[in-house]
T-cell receptor, first 114, second 116 residues
Framework: AQSVTQLDSHVSVSEGTPVLLRCNYSSSYSPSLFWYVQHPNKGLQLLLK??????LVKGINGFEAEFKKSETSFHLTKPSAHMSDAAEYFCVVSDLSGNTPLVFGKGTRLSVIA | DTEVTQTPKHLVMGMTNKKSLKCEQHMGHRAMYWYKQKAKKPPELMFVYSYEKLSINESVPSRFSPECPNSSLLNLHLHALQPEDSALYLC???????????????FGPGTRLTVL
């Protein structure tokens, strides 16, 4: 079985300061891990994915995430927040073979203050 | 082209109406999905089509009827819906099969459905 826990339901940062969105996962299989972003009234956009290659994964818009197997974590970071980063972020787990549906975390709402 | 398109963007319907949601992708993906998303919640999987065959139905009420006419199109037929069915309905696609299965799904912008 697989599950995802997003440790914060809401994170608020000032523009230009670092962003950290935390995600822990549980998986019976070798996991694939994803971060998706959803802006208000929009669909989900893939930010980045981990599929057993490099543990530090770079995504779009300056985001990156590090897969830490010992900590079962896949936290999302960005060095400097921009107003346009304000959105809902979902951490998602699947198994490496892709044979199980995606399991979504409950989401973290990121607010960016000017 | 890495886009999934959905029509209509918005839909308002009464409980006795019949309507359809449409989804299209031209990425050559062989797996397509319908999700339902309520406000401030993650998407919930409804249906999965793999190679144009229904492979997962997550115990969705029969008032929702999916259809996959070909590998690029996915429809969701709606009939006798309830007000609690109001939500954002998202379509997604992925490569499918042994080449990646359910992973790396691309989502459409969604249809905002309101049932009166």
């Amino acid at each position: 079985a697989q599950s995802v826990t997003q440790l914060d339901s809401h994170v608020s940062v000032s523009e230009g300061t670092p962003v950290l969105l935390r995600c822990n996962y549980s998986s019976s299989y070798s996991p694939s891990l994803f971060w998706y972003v959803q802006h208000p009234n929009k669909g989900l956009q893939l930010l980045l994915k981990y599929t057993s290659a490099a543990t530090l994964v770079k995504g779009i818009n300056g985001f990156e995430a590090e897969f830490k197997k010992s900590e079962t974590s896949f936290h999302l970071t960005k060095p400097s927040a921009h107003m346009s980063d304000a959105a809902e972020y979902f951490c998602v787990v699947s198994d490496l073979s892709g044979n199980t549906p995606l399991v979504f975390g409950k989401g973290t709402r990121l607010s960016v203050i000017a | 082209d890495t886009e999934v398109t959905q029509t209509p963007k918005h839909l308002v319907m009464g409980m006795t109406n019949k309507k359809s949601l449409k989804c299209e992708q031209h990425m050559g993906h062989r797996a397509m999905y319908w999700y339902k998303q309520k406000a401030k919640k993650p998407p919930e999987l409804m249906f999965v089509y793999s190679y144009e065959k229904l492979s997962i139905n997550e115990s969705v009420p029969s008032r929702f009827s999916p259809e996959c006419p070909n590998s690029s199109l996915l429809n969701l037929h709606l009939h006798a819906l309830q007000p609690e069915d109001s939500a954002l309905y998202l379509c997604a696609s992925s490569r499918g099969g042994l080449a990646g299965g359910y992973n790396e799904q691309f989502f459409g912008p969604g249809t905002r459905l309101t049932v009166l």
